[in-house]
DNA sequence: AAAAGAACGTA
DNA sequence: CGTACGTTCTTTTC
């Protein structure tokens, strides 16, 4: 594997990829008022930025070809003389977009008689013999055989820069079946149509791997050219000068005289002086945006964003170097490990390497001592390792979670995971997060991990941090994120997230099985239902336009049907499920109905498919929680969100009939809190009103309603119970009397009156929620219940709506912040009692209130047992938790 | 081709 | 003029 510490040079093909750039975008859409045509240079340098941003580059060129001519025309005259005329609209642009980089400072490099892909073979050359990591972006297929551990090719797939398909020596072997250095053999003999390059005929990749592994080489084949059998045998024979010459032309050069040295390349600040002129005259506003925010912002946080001075501990000039790390074998390691277990009480560092999901090698530091190793089970070394992972021995781990999967996969147990300073950074700037060690290093370290840093565009020398230097960053952030945190945050990390984390990784390896037949038929019934709504609808419009447009969808509204303007959005009207209702209502029209059908039967269609796609080849989703994700502490679900499966409509909840249990299982059990936030509000305000209410153990609703409304519980109409149902709920997000009128589409009269009535029987609840906002305007953060804190700087601004906004997310924090605190921690306690019970059941998923175990056989009764006296004791509050249980075979099914 | 916006699913 | 998320589809970019 190419090391990625070294300096890395970028090296592009400027005609490859502004070509694509050019057929991507339309040409009409681009070209600025007098008329030049602008539609390849915007998106070359679009993906061109988004290249820098990835691959951040510490040296960069980009090449073109001179002219159609070149060496390979002299030696053959019909090469690439199938091309057509390259369109005008095109070649106007090159000059232009090479004039465009060269005022970003981006040198440019052209050579007569020679291609670009020479030039690139060239400079890649020259960047490896210099130590660099070589990427070339090319999508000419002969710059293949440039690929070795050092130098990677970055191939346009089919969709876009942000997908490039990233070829190192592996990856050519797994597509082509050969080494870099022959592909250019196999191109040869099969040829290649879009140079004009005939090869032999009926020959193709096969057949030419084929040759090449029992010959060995092109030469190979053409001594034994005698012994090849068969038609194809034939024709090579016949045929072998196209094969010579193909190899000949194709062969790239890699010592063209470029009047450039390597260190001339280095890529530079970019000067906005200098760019914005000629960004103007082309009209590119947005691209001189990204330009400009790529200058100042330069991705985390900056000078801007720097901790106080105490956090940032050592200046990057006296930055300690990273202890030299050594391989130690053996009983040496055993020993190694004892007197470092010794050393650093607080814990080692500790550092995975992974490949595919599995652990191929590790690092563990001291602060003066680190060790490599490559994990080869059975070697001598890997006993003394994995009993330390599995010992009580506490580790610090960067980004444990994904870290601790690849753990798991590899049968490695590692246990006390005791500081992730990546979950410690979130909990101390819970809103604008460091997502990598890189990052906290940066900011907490104040040094910069060899690699990594975007907006460090220095080359550096062939100090590489190793394995074994990221794990003695990690340890050494430890103390520093540790010393950043409040008391309250330092416990939150020990007692809610850091144990949190193993259970979470078990969680996404066990996944959740879910039936394949049943989502498949559901997508095409609502693919059936969608398009019958879909043609319903045209007949009402008397024509045929994209349902999934807002764009047409404004047009048909309010040009065509002459509707009321509803809400204005950025781009136009809202043509939103709320905007349809308001219309329904005042200009009522079928087409109105059966667009909104449409959009559910679509919308679900989605999910479907999508969750489908997601079932992995054990029959089963695998999701990947999100601990540092959310601002409030909660944790978000991506790849698929699976805290997102409807469960509104009849529709939707047969999408949660295809979530079942496993064959190895007997059915599903899941357990969710009810009105958990309600609780916490209770708790937190003292209210006396809403405390009785839930020692009552009644409908909580219809028990408000009898107080707001002055009437007996039984005298509560499901009206009077909807209605302050919205009020209690919209509570905790502050809502206003506005948004409650709106929700319940009651005056606004009303919803004040139903407002005031509601806190005259429950005033303690605004007294709560109006000193929580106070507090923070005072303190700047919020805290939860249990001290997990949330800043809110815009809490004092003198934009009316950043602080209105700052004041409903900061009055709402605690609340929705306490309740993830709280299912946290029944989750660890949860598991931590199933495993102590010895149950094979096992815990699933979490969405929010609620979480979804599978049951093994006669375990059920056990399970429901532990998991209500887990969810409902997680903590004591002046209020009982209710924890609803269900079960079933399906997801539905277990919902009660 | 990439980014921004609209819309919508959950708690 | 209701908090917190993630995903997908369409439009814009000039």
Do not use: C
């Not at 709560?768 to 249990?786: H, M, N, W």
């Amino acid at each position: 594997m190419s090391d990625p510490q070294k300096p890395t040079l970028l090296v592009v093909d400027g005609h490859s990829l502004a070509f694509r750039a050019f057929y991507a975008l339309p040409v009409d859409s681009f070209q600025t008022r007098d008329g030049q045509h602008t539609n390849a240079i915007h998106g070359f340098l679009s993906m061109l930025l988004l290249l820098l941003q990835n691959e951040k580059p510490t040296h960069l060129a980009v090449a073109f070809d001179k002219s159609r001519q070149s060496f390979r025309t002299r030696e053959y005259e019909e090469y690439k003389g199938n091309r057509g005329e390259t369109p005008v609209e095109f070649k106007g642009q090159v000059p232009i977009l090479q004039e465009a980089l060269q005022a970003m400072g981006i040198t440019v490099l052209e050579k007569d008689d020679f291609e670009a892909d020479d030039i690139l073979a060239t400079l890649a050359t020259r960047g490896e013999a210099a130590g660099y990591r070589v990427l070339v972006v090319s999508g000419d297929r002969d710059t293949i055989q440039l690929v070795n551990d050092d130098i990677t090719l970055l191939y346009p797939n089919t969709q876009g820069v942000s997908q490039l398909k990233r070829y190192d020596p592996a990856a050519v072997v797994e597509r082509y079946g050969v080494r870099p250095e022959q592909y250019p053999e196999i191109a040869a003999l099969v040829g290649e149509t879009s140079d004009n390059l005939p090869g032999i005929t009926k020959v193709g990749e096969k057949t030419a791997v084929k040759w090449l592994g029992l010959y060995g080489s092109l030469e190979g084949i053409l001594e034994h050219i005698d012994e090849i059998k068969g038609v194809v045998g034939d024709n090579l024979r016949r045929e072998r000068e196209n094969a010579v010459r193909n190899r000949k032309l194709n062969r790239l050069v890699r010592d063209v005289e470029l009047p450039v040295e390597l260190d001339e390349l280095e890529a530079k600040p970019i000067d906005l002086d200098a760019v914005t002129p000629i960004f103007t005259r082309l009209e590119f506003r947005t691209l001189l945006e990204r330009v400009t925010k790529l200058v100042n912002g330069n991705g985390n946080g900056g000078a801007a964003g720097k901790p106080a001075a105490s956090v940032a501990a050592v200046p990057a000039e006296d930055a300690p170097k990273a202890p030299t790390s050594a391989r130690i074998a053996g009983t040496d390691l055993a020993i190694w490990l004892d007197a470092a277990v010794v050393a650093e009480p607080a814990g080692l560092g500790l550092q995975f390497e992974l490949l595919d999901g599995k652990v191929v090698g590790a690092g563990v530091a001291t602060k003066s001592e680190s060790v490599e190793l490559a994990l080869v089970p059975g070697a001598p070394e890997f006993e003394a390792f994995e009993a330390w992972l599995a010992s009580d021995a506490p580790k610090v781990l960067t980004d444990a979670k994904p870290q601790l999967k690849a753990a798991a996969r590899s049968g490695l147990t590692v246990a006390n995971v005791v500081v992730d300073p990546l979950v410690a950074g979130w909990l101390i700037r819970p809103n604008l997060q460091e997502k990598s060690l890189v990052d906290l290093v940066d900011r907490y370290l104040g040094e910069t991990v060899p690699q990594g840093d975007p907006s460090q565009l220095v080359a550096l020398e062939d100090e590489s941090a190793s394995t074994a230097d990221l794990a003695w960053y990690s340890l050494r952030l430890a103390p520093v994120v540790l010393a950043a945190m409040s008391e309250g945050t330092r416990r939150v990390l020990a007692e809610i997230e850091m144990p949190l984390v193993p259970v979470l990784a078990a969680m996404e390896l066990r996944g959740v099985a879910v039936d394949h037949d049943r989502l498949a038929g559901l997508s095409s019934e609502l693919g059936g239902r969608a398009a019958d709504l879909a043609e319903s609808a045209f007949v009402e419009i008397g024509r045929e336009v994209n349902l999934g447009s807002p764009k047409q969808l404004q047009e048909v509204l309010f040009d065509q049907l002459g509707m009321p303007k509803t809400r204005s959005t950025k781009t136009g009207y809202s043509t939103d499920a709320n905007a349809l209702a308001d219309l329904q209502e005042s200009n009522p029209h079928p087409f109105l109905g059966l667009l909104l059908e449409h959009r559910d039967a679509t919308k679900l269609r989605q999910i479907v498919d999508s969750l489908d796609k997601a079932i992995g080849s054990d029959g089963r989703i695998h999701t990947t929680y999100g601990q540092v994700g959310a601002a409030t502490g909660r944790m978000s679900s991506n790849d698929p969100n699976l805290q997102n499966i409807p469960i509104r409509t009849e529709d939707g909840r047969r999408i949660r009939e295809a979530f079942r249990h496993g064959a190895e299982y007997t059915e599903l059990l899941t357990a969710d809190y009810s009105q958990i936030e309600m609780r916490i509000m209770a708790h937190l305000s003292e209210d006396p009103g809403l405390i009785e209410a839930f020692n009552a153990g009644e409908d909580l609703h219809r028990f408000v309603g009898a107080r707001v409304f002055g009437v007996d519980e039984a005298d509560v109409s499901p009206l009077m119970r909807t209605k302050v149902k919205a009020m209690s709920y919209g509570l905790a997000y502050g809502l206003s009397a506005f948004g409650l009128s709106k929700q319940l589409r009651i005056d606004r009269a009303e919803a004040t009156q139903l407002m005031k009535d509601y806190f005259e029987r429950f005033g303690a609840v605004r007294v709560y929620l109006r000193s929580v906002v106070e507090q923070a305007k005072i303190d700047g953060y919020t805290e939860t219940i249990f001290g997990r804190r949330r800043p809110f700087p815009d809490l004092n601004s003198p934009n009316r709506v950043l602080r209105e906004n700052a004041e409903r997310a900061a009055l709402n924090s605690p609340i929705q912040g306490s309740a993830a605190d709280l299912i946290k921690l029944a989750m660890t306690s949860t598991e931590r009692a199933i495993a102590e019970a010895g149950l094979r059941s096992r815990m699933l998923m979490q969405v929010h209130d609620e979480l979804v175990f599978e049951v093994a056989e006669g375990e059920a009764d056990e399970l429901e047992a532990i998991v209500r006296d887990k969810m409902s004791h997680a903590v004591d509050l002046l209020v009982p938790l209710d924890v609803q249980v269900g079960r079933g075979a399906s997801w539905d099914d277990a919902a009660h």
